[in-house]
């Protein structure tokens, strides 16, 4: 019963948050975020579809609304066009946050930018 009562009582969600795909260029890069505003203090996965021989590099989260630094996102690769990675929003003084996400793309392809960015929401839960 107490092992049951510590897992019942854990920060980390064992609900999967609903995704939203967003078209990030031209129906060849897709990044499925949790619906805005994105909940804070919590694990968030983000998912990313990329063209094959396109390579996330390391990419970044930081502040638009507020100065909060810069938070670092390491993709993991799940099959040749699928991406994944974990992203841990902190909590700050403004209730309602803007972020941009901004990642950097390995490749040789002309048809496919060097980077892409998206702005999104967080709010405290």
Not at 10 to 27: A, C, R
Not at 33 to 59: D, G, K, M, Y
Not at 97 to 117: N, Y
């Amino acid at each position: 019963m107490l092992t049951l009562h510590s897992i019942a009582c854990s920060s980390e969600s064992t609900q999967p948050l609903p995704l939203t795909k967003i078209d990030l260029h031209q129906q060849k890069i897709f990044l499925w975020l949790p619906q805005q505003p994105v909940p804070i203090e919590q694990a968030l996965t983000l998912r990313l579809e990329v063209p094959e021989n396109v390579t996330p590099e390391l990419s970044q989260v930081e502040g638009v609304s507020m100065y909060m630094g810069t938070i670092p996102l390491m993709w993991q690769q799940l099959s040749p066009t699928e991406w994944q990675a974990t992203l841990y929003l902190g909590a700050c003084t403004d209730p309602k946050m803007e972020w941009r996400l901004t990642v950097p793309l390995r490749h040789e392809l002309a048809t496919v930018p060097q980077s892409v960015s998206y702005l999104f929401t967080s709010a405290a839960n």
